[in-house]
């Protein structure tokens, strides 16, 4: 099998999982019978990622019934409370369904992806269109500077995100290596060296800065810089 086959595969067995500890969940909460609902509990929960997400639907669950949940969570087998024990179960049901429609979405959305990602034996060019609507086109060229204003709108939200951050800078070493490897007429390559600039300055301001309010307004104005460059600078 090739890449995309094998993911393909993957994906399917991980629904399939999925499917399975909800309807034997679900069959088992529908029944009542806390032996089945216990043991149906026990095999959904160790799927690999949903644990917190379990845990902490629970404890939703749990506080909308006006019930304080415990600090340290016991395992489900010593839990004899039946209206906390169901709880449990609703908060598992909850993250399975949510984490089923979210794998069927992606898979329902994803095969551009998955074929631009692992289409074996092709090279990219700086103009192949990624992306394309009505009149608008998204090319390899422009790919980081999209990436770019997407992490400095994310930042603007949330300015003390260090992950967002360290994008920030990843993408500026990357859109450096893209200009000194790429660096032709067509590619702007004064834009480039200009949005570079206005990144290593925003960057290094940024990082002096304790007030969340101020490194946001450093991020929208480099951004309207950078905007203001795509304007002026054609070439």
């Known amino acids: 099998m090739n890449a995309i086959e094998v993911l393909a595969q993957q994906q399917a067995d991980e629904i399939l999982q999925l499917e399975t500890a909800y309807a034997n969940l679900y069959h088992a909460y529908e029944r009542g019978?806390?032996?089945?609902?216990?043991?149906?509990?026990?095999?959904?929960?160790?799927?690999?990622?949903l644990q917190n997400r379990i845990l902490n639907e629970t404890k939703r669950i749990l506080c909308?019934?006006?019930?304080?949940?415990d600090i340290r969570p016991c395992p489900i087998s010593?839990?004899?409370?039946?209206v906390i024990l169901r709880s449990n179960i609703e908060?598992?049901?909850?993250?399975?369904?949510?984490?089923?429609?979210?794998?069927?979405?992606?898979?329902?959305?994803?095969?551009?992806?998955?074929r631009m990602l692992y289409r074996p034996n092709h090279t990219?060019?700086?103009?192949?269109?990624?992306?394309?609507?009505?009149?608008?086109?998204?090319?390899?060229?422009?790919l980081l500077a999209v990436a770019k204003y997407a992490i400095s709108v994310a930042e603007t939200i949330e300015p003390s995100n260090k992950l967002?951050?360290?994008?920030?800078?990843?993408?500026?070493?990357?859109?450096?290596?893209?200009?000194?490897?790429?660096n032709k007429p067509e590619d702007k390559p004064t834009n480039k060296m200009l949005h570079l600039a206005t990144s290593f300055i925003s960057t290094v301001v940024k990082s002096s800065l304790r007030d969340d309010d101020t490194k946001r307004g450093v991020t929208v104005t480099a951004i309207m810089i950078d905007l203001a460059i795509d304007f002026f600078c054609k070439k």
Do not use: W
């Not at 800078?169 to 490897?181: K, N």
């Open 33 to 49: 019978n806390r032996d089945e609902m216990i043991s149906a509990y026990s095999a959904a929960e160790v799927i690999i990622g």
């Open 64 to 69: 909308s019934k006006g019930i304080t949940p």
């Open 78 to 82: 010593l839990i004899h409370d039946d």
């Open 91 to 114: 908060g598992c049901l909850n993250v399975l369904l949510a984490e089923l429609q979210s794998r069927h979405f992606y898979r329902s959305n994803n095969t551009y992806a998955q």
């Open 124 to 142: 990219f060019r700086q103009d192949e269109v990624l992306y394309e609507s009505n009149t608008r086109q998204l090319k390899v060229a422009d």
């Open 164 to 182: 967002y951050a360290q994008a920030n800078g990843a993408i500026s070493v990357l859109q450096g290596i893209d200009t000194i490897l790429n």
